[in-house]
């Protein structure tokens, strides 16, 4: 053990030095953990859809009918490629956990939380995002007019996940009644409570299709 006078002629540790070291150490090993994406302002886009980066790997996905090749990390999200890589930011960040659904798109044609996904995991799928249901003259998809018509969005957070595992759930046929159409969309969370309009909406699509 030191001596007393060992220890009376230490420099003394200030609140302000204290703060300092820890916010240096805090942010330090945030930098580490961070997952690296490459951003679109910074790298090169050349005219095959390629963002390159020839340090990371590559995946290959057609994107709303656009064929890209994406330089990511093996830790990037879909949901953080779409958005930070492609800048395709109607895909929503809620709570990054797969549980309020604001992150849905549809992968291969079936609605999946994009946070949960990697991006390398799904090399040659094809991604559908909210951007990429407009036909190419900009007529909206029918879903979007009928959350347009039943006032089934408020804040509109949570509705291009909400259209998007919309469309699923009548195409994977889970939207024969009112409670069918709950359970299948149980997992897309609306905080301001539209949930009846939104299965209006949902009910409004599957009538025309029966009818057309």
Known sequence: ????????????????????????????????????????DDIKNNDDGLIADDTLPKVQLTVNGQKRTLAVE?????????????????????????????????????????????ALSIDGSDVTTVEGLSDPVGNLHPMQSAFAEHDAFQCG??????????????EEGHASTSDE???????????????????AAIESVRDAKVEG
Do not use: W
Not at 14 to 40: E, Q
Not at 157 to 170: E, N
Not at 183 to 190: D, V
């Open 157 to 170: 957070y949570c509705t291009p996940g909400q259209i998007l595992s919309a469309i699923s759930c009548i």
């Open 74 to 118: 093996p830790r990037t999200t879909l949901v953080e490629a779409l958005r930070d890589t492609l800048g395709l930011t109607g895909t929503k960040i809620g709570c990054n956990h797969g549980q309020c659904g604001a992150c849905t798109v549809l992968l291969d044609g079936r609605s999946v939380n994009a946070c949960l996904v990697l």
């Open 1 to 40: 053990m030191p001596a007393d006078s060992d220890l009376d002629s230490r420099p003394a540790l200030s609140r302000r030095s204290f703060l300092t070291n820890t916010a240096i150490a805090g942010g330090a090993t945030a930098v580490g953990l961070k997952t690296r994406v490459v951003y679109a």
């Open 181 to 199: 159409i709950r359970e299948y969309m149980s997992g897309n969370l609306c905080r301001c409570g539209a949930y009846p309009n939104i299965v």
